[in-house]
């Protein structure tokens, strides 16, 4: 009887051990491929991510919004023409300089305006060298044979019972992982839209900018772009830092650092979420 039970501890104890080692592989897998993707998702341009979605916008904003742009653009350079008219004591003191002055302004105005998505993606252009230089820092993915081979050395260490503990542990983890890798995707593919959602309007805040009470709309606005496309470096600090966290962190007892590497994770997660929010403050756009 003693050896029967010994072949049903046995195959109880093999049948845990392939469940465990299998969900911990599966653990991490969404997590890293995410991670992995970060530098191509983060680094590319507008245009790059999705050149058809692109295309619409600017589309959208050339047809809809510098129409109406042009309208604002217009109010704004009476407003400022008769402003400078005013202001010199109703042309008693008139300096025939400042005809020149306005002149000029609604030339650049003009500029501004017509070049909107120019000027929109050499920001970007900006932002995606600084990121794409940094890429080269950056290996998020977790050794996961290094952590499984010290994991088949632990199960054989433990019993049935604490086997199906740890199984049930294990199903845990993994439901975890699996959605801090979804918000991982959420947030990366999320400020995506944003940036489009942002450039569509791109030619009102635009039409702000020579104004100097009107101003502060356009210059925010500008801020607000170089925040967004940093907020893709600011991303990958983040990920070279978890990096550095989920090496030392699989070190020592193997339950110990797979809890250790689902919270690095997971505070990977929340500090993305941080990165926009951050990034805002830095550049000081509201």
Request: hydrophobic share 50%; glycine share 6%; aromatic share 12%.
């Given at each position: 009887?003693?050896?029967?039970?010994?072949?049903?501890?046995?195959?109880?104890?093999?049948?845990?051990?392939?469940?465990?080692?299998?969900?911990?592989?599966?653990?991490?897998?969404?997590?890293?491929?995410?991670?992995?993707?970060?530098?191509?998702?983060?680094?590319?341009?507008?245009?790059?991510?999705?050149?058809?979605?692109?295309?619409?916008?600017?589309?959208?904003?050339?047809?809809?919004?510098?129409?109406?742009?042009?309208?604002?653009?217009?109010?704004?350079?009476?407003?400022?023409?008769?402003?400078?008219?005013?202001?010199?004591?109703?042309?008693?003191?008139?300096?025939?300089?400042?005809?020149?002055?306005?002149?000029?302004?609604?030339?650049?105005?003009?500029?501004?305006?017509?070049?909107?998505?120019?000027?929109?993606?050499?920001?970007?252009?900006?932002?995606?060298?600084?990121?794409?230089?940094?890429?080269?820092i950056?290996?998020?993915?977790?050794?996961?044979?290094?952590?499984?081979?010290?994991?088949?050395?632990?199960?054989d260490?433990?019993?049935?019972?604490?086997?199906?503990?740890?199984?049930?542990?294990s199903?845990?983890?993994?439901?975890?992982?699996?959605?801090?890798?979804?918000?991982?995707?959420i947030?990366?593919?999320?400020?995506?839209?944003?940036?489009?959602?942002?450039?569509?309007?791109?030619?009102?805040?635009?039409?702000?900018?020579?104004?100097?009470?009107?101003?502060?709309?356009?210059?925010?606005?500008?801020?607000?772009?170089?925040?967004?496309?940093?907020?893709?470096?600011?991303?990958?600090?983040c990920?070279?830092?978890?990096?550095?966290?989920?090496?030392?962190?699989?070190?020592?007892?193997?339950?110990?650092?797979?809890?250790?590497?689902?919270?690095?994770?997971?505070?990977?997660?929340?500090?993305?979420?941080?990165?926009?929010?951050?990034?805002?403050?830095?550049?000081?756009?509201?």
């Amino acid at each position: 009887m003693s050896v029967i039970f010994d072949l049903i501890d046995e195959w109880i104890r093999n049948l845990f051990t392939e469940s465990i080692t299998s969900n911990y592989t599966r653990m991490f897998a969404g997590v890293n491929e995410e991670v992995g993707n970060i530098a191509g998702q983060v680094g590319a341009s507008p245009f790059d991510y999705n050149s058809e979605i692109y295309n619409m916008i600017r589309t959208i904003s050339e047809t809809v919004i510098i129409p109406i742009a042009g309208i604002i653009l217009t109010f704004v350079l009476c407003y400022e023409l008769i402003h400078m008219i005013l202001e010199r004591n109703n042309m008693a003191e008139f300096d025939i300089s400042n005809i020149y002055k306005w002149i000029m302004k609604t030339f650049i105005a003009t500029f501004i305006l017509t070049n909107t998505f120019d000027i929109v993606m050499a920001v970007f252009d900006v932002a995606q060298n600084v990121i794409n230089s940094s890429a080269g820092i950056i290996s998020g993915s977790l050794d996961t044979d290094v952590a499984l081979d010290g994991l088949a050395v632990y199960l054989d260490t433990l019993s049935a019972g604490e086997l199906f503990g740890l199984w049930l542990e294990s199903n845990i983890l993994g439901l975890a992982m699996r959605a801090i890798s979804l918000c991982i995707f959420i947030i990366i593919h999320g400020r995506m839209i944003e940036i489009y959602l942002t450039i569509s309007v791109a030619p009102i805040p635009f039409s702000t900018m020579v104004n100097r009470e009107w101003g502060s709309i356009g210059n925010n606005y500008l801020k607000s772009l170089f925040a967004l496309g940093f907020q893709g470096f600011l991303i990958m600090v983040c990920v070279a830092i978890y990096a550095v966290l989920m090496r030392t962190s699989m070190t020592g007892d193997i339950q110990t650092s797979l809890w250790s590497a689902v919270g690095m994770t997971l505070l990977l997660c929340l500090t993305l979420f941080k990165s926009g929010s951050l990034s805002k403050s830095l550049f000081n756009a509201n």
